[in-house]
């Protein structure tokens, strides 16, 4: 199937849900086989339906018809992260800037950070955005702008 194949070359054989690689040789049948997810950017509803991401099959069932549920990295140390899928929504609606976490060190802040728009490059490119770290508390929030 070309659309599959041209998908999957675009998006480097990445799932766009779990960020985890997509074999192009597996089965489409399988659970972690290729499959294309369609309509669900988080972008404009005007382009949602022309935007098809790549995404394993599992993932992409899983997903249904709600939002995908984006995860933070388990390597990460945040505490109360914001959902990515609503925030990169409202972020793309509005502009501005939102605390999407709280960590215990600057480190664990801009770690996060460093993660965060790596992670948004590839679930959310047509966004572009920058990180900020900022003291609060006896904590470090972790800002997500829109630029
Ligand atoms: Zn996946």
């Given at each position: 199937m070309s659309t599959l194949n041209e998908v999957g070359e675009r998006d480097a054989w990445r799932c766009w849900?779990?960020?985890?690689?997509?074999?192009?040789?597996?089965s489409v049948n399988s659970a972690r086989g290729p499959s294309v997810d369609s309509g669900a950017s988080p972008?404009?509803?005007?382009?949602?339906?022309?935007?098809?991401?790549?995404?394993?099959?599992?993932?992409n069932t899983r997903k249904g018809s709600v939002k995908p549920v984006v995860p933070w990295s388990p390597d990460l140390f945040v505490v109360e992260p914001a959902p990515i899928v609503t925030t990169v929504e409202r972020l793309t609606r509005k502009g501005g800037r939102e605390v999407v976490a709280r960590c215990p060190s600057r480190a664990e802040a801009e770690k996060a950070a460093v993660w965060l728009v790596d992670r948004l490059s590839r679930f959310a490119p047509e966004?572009?955005?920058a990180t900020q770290v900022e003291a609060g508390g006896g904590q470090f929030l972790l800002v997500l702008?829109?630029?």
């Open positions: 849900l779990c960020d985890e690689p997509v074999d192009p040789d597996a972008k404009s509803k005007k382009a949602a339906a022309a935007v098809q991401r790549l995404a394993h099959r599992a993932c966004l572009a955005v702008r829109a630029v």
